[in-house]
């Protein structure tokens, strides 16, 4: 596939991105709602590329389906083959390449899992069950708000976190969020480590200077959070929906009708536990 597209589409010696780009596509095609709307996925860190060729031009990016391998005026996936416009791949690998004046989130946990590498609904509640009960109610809250696209943080010496993170079912980002103390404390700090500030700065104002000044020791004064977010493998609202249903029963260990539940796989694994029955 890559030689048949080094062949058919420009990517000669010596040919240099931005001229490969601007023999691809004219200035106003970048300007139409289509283009704004691929471009607006393309910066998002779900399409965050496997492995960038700064050399032949091409990227790898990981879809649930398969590998697309991308060049700035080619793409197998179906948004190209039916368009023949930039699709979002192409816009990110120009980004990447520094062609786009765009900026663009990564985070490689983000990266699509293919269906035949997925953790099975069977082995993702047999490792939930595992879980303490403090564990699962965390990873109700993470799962919920992974679903809703909310950022989640938390703080890194939770034992929970800790607990969720060594089985794998959650992943570090990576992102780390600072804690503050009270503006008295703030202010102790910052003429500690004689850093140039006002008592009567407001505690936003104080706070940004430990941001930009002081970022590591106000980590280790105040402590931080880190971002979490559950690995591609595992399904986030298969998690989510079931331990939400199984949180509803008031009882754990008795067995509840089921007739008011989804007729799907996770009531099926809520049956299977022994959480709910169809009788």
Known sequence: M?????KNNMFLSGSTALETWENAWSKETHETEFAQKRIKSAKSAKLTPVQI??????????????RYETFLDICPCGDFIRNKLPCKHIYRLAIELGLL?????????????????????DEEIDIVESLSEQAQIILKRIAEGFTLA????????CAEIEELIKIGIIADTGEKKLIFGKKAEIIELLEKETIPHKKSDSLKILKQICEEKIKEKTMERF?????VT????????????????????????????????PDDKVTDQLIKRGYYTRK
């Open 53 to 66: 060729d700064t050399k032949d031009l091409y990227g790898y990016f990981q879809g649930s389906r398969g």
């Open 230 to 261: 559950i690995p591609t493998q595992y399904t986030s609202r298969h998690i989510h929906y079931y331990l939400s249903r199984k949180m509803d029963i008031q009882s754990p260990g008795s067995f509840y009708y089921c007739g008011d539940l």
């Open 2 to 6: 890559k030689q048949e597209n080094e």
């Open 150 to 157: 909310f950022p989640i943080v938390f703080e890194r010496n």
């Open 101 to 121: 004046d765009e900026k663009a989130e990564s985070n490689s946990n983000l990266i699509p899992t293919p269906k035949s590498e997925k953790i099975t609904l």
């Open 223 to 227: 402590g931080y959070q880190i971002g």
